[in-house]
Each structure stands twice: as C-alpha cells, then as structure tokens.
C-alpha cells in the first residue's frame, strides 16, 4: 500500500510474492493497482488485520481501514 496523508491510497497486488519489504520491488511486477479512499476509526487495531470474505478484501491497522470490493 502506498499510504497518502488525503486523498486515497494505492493498494498494490505484486506477482512476486517471495520478497520482504520493498527492498526488491519492481513495479513491472505489479498485476494489479487500486487507488481507494481510506476510512479511521476512532478505535485502534494494534496488529495489521487481514480479511477476505466473498465480497472483499480487508484491511485494518493502527486507525485506517481499506475494503477493497471483489466481484
């Protein structure tokens, strides 16, 4: 994810998947990006938080949320 301090974020799906960090990224390895306003929450997720359900992906940390819809 690139995070933005307004607007939206881009949320990045990479073909490589064996990499840590960004330390070897390359964005011609990038399958698919997605630009999305992010939502706060008043509480705090403490631990980054994943989760797929049928109709999106998830994402929670610290106040920021990001569902991105899956069709």
């Known amino acids: 994810m690139i995070p933005n301090e307004s607007g939206n974020w881009t949320i990045i799906f990479n073909k490589k998947n064996d990499g840590w960090g960004a330390y070897a990224y390359k964005e011609k390895d990038d399958a ?4 999305l306003a992010p939502k706060f929450a008043n509480d705090t997720q403490e ?3 994943y989760n797929v359900t049928d109709a999106s992906i998830d994402f929670a940390w610290d106040k920021a949320r990001i569902s991105i819809p899956v069709e």
């Open 32 to 35: 698919l990006r997605v630009d």
């Open 47 to 49: 631990i980054l938080e």
